[in-house]
């Protein structure tokens, strides 16, 4: 059995085909000591259906940790797949991201002791998100630019995210004036630290959640490096009708008593397991 390196946490709730898009994406990787945990927030026996088909076709081990449907409780299915994880570092991102071949390698080139790295997405349209299949993962050219021009992408200065110049890419990353954070669609982080600071807060839906997790690992002295043109990956269309008033204001109280406090570890993570 392969050693793991590194674990790849993907969190998903009822989207087998955007789903399946992003298992493809990690069969092209340029590395392969690496298991993808899926964090499964109550999706039905389609998800689970689609996993168990697609487990003889991919190069990496999985894990499928499955909750029952209770409302929004992503923090808490991510508490889960962070213990049954095996690897020593963790990549968080999202059952709608398709990560480019050098997704992993990328995260791994940049860890450091004492750090967490912040990253970002790109995100395609409805009629792109529709387009992009198997062959165009496995060729690459869905992170090819003037293939999503020609499909109807919109031209912007955020397809400098697709860029596959390391030197322009560190430029980008230390030239942006977006602050690095940890955003669950795209960053990384040891476990050790994770579980320092106890996870995810459970009373936390939608909002910020990952957010707070990221403050904490700063009030805890963990550092973020920003590799926002580096790790790249494409955020598949969707609605969110899930999103409440109510869920946003909720998670910006909690977040604002843990900048206050500098609250390092939550009482409502991990330890509740």
């Known amino acids: 059995m392969k050693t793991i390196d590194v674990s790849v946490i993907i ?18 990787q340029t590395i392969n000591s690496f298991e993808v945990v899926i964090a ?22 999985i894990q499928h940790i499955w909750q029952e449907d209770n409302g929004f409780q992503k923090t808490k ?44 997405y790109f995100k395609l349209t409805e009629e792109v998100s529709r387009i992009v299949g198997q062959s165009e993962i496995k060729s690459q050219l869905c992170f090819d630019s003037e293939w999503l021009l020609k499909n109807g992408q919109p031209k912007s200065f955020k397809m400098n995210k697709l860029t596959t110049s390391k030197l322009k890419a560190a430029f980008l990353n230390f030239i942006t004036p977006t602050k690095a954070t ?12 994770i579980l320092a600071v106890n996870g995810f807060d459970e009373r936390m839906q939608y909002g910020g959640e990952d957010r707070e997790l990221g403050e904490r690992l700063m009030n805890y002295g963990i550092r973020f490096k920003q590799i926002r043109y580096s790790a790249i ?18 998670n910006n109280q909690i977040r604002a008593i843990t900048k206050r406090d500098k609250i390092i570890k939550t009482d409502f993570g991990i330890d509740t397991i």
């Open 233 to 250: 990956c494409l955020h598949l269309f969707h609605e969110r009708s899930y999103v409440t008033p109510d869920m946003i204001e909720k």
């Open 40 to 61: 499964d927030d109550g999706s039905t026996d389609e998800t689970k259906a689609l996993i168990d088909g697609m487990r003889q076709e991919l190069s990496y081990p």
């Open 77 to 120: 299915i991510l508490n889960k797949a962070t213990v049954a994880s095996l690897g020593d570092y963790l990549i968080y991102t999202d059952g709608d991201c398709i990560a480019r071949k050098d997704f992993i390698e990328t995260h791994l080139k940049f860890r450091a002791k004492g750090y967490a790295l912040s990253s970002g």
């Open 11 to 28: 969190s998903t709730y009822n989207t087998p085909e955007s789903l399946q898009k992003v298992l493809w994406s990690f069969n092209q």
């Open 182 to 193: 940890f955003d669950g669609m795209n960053a990384s982080a040891w476990k050790a630290d």
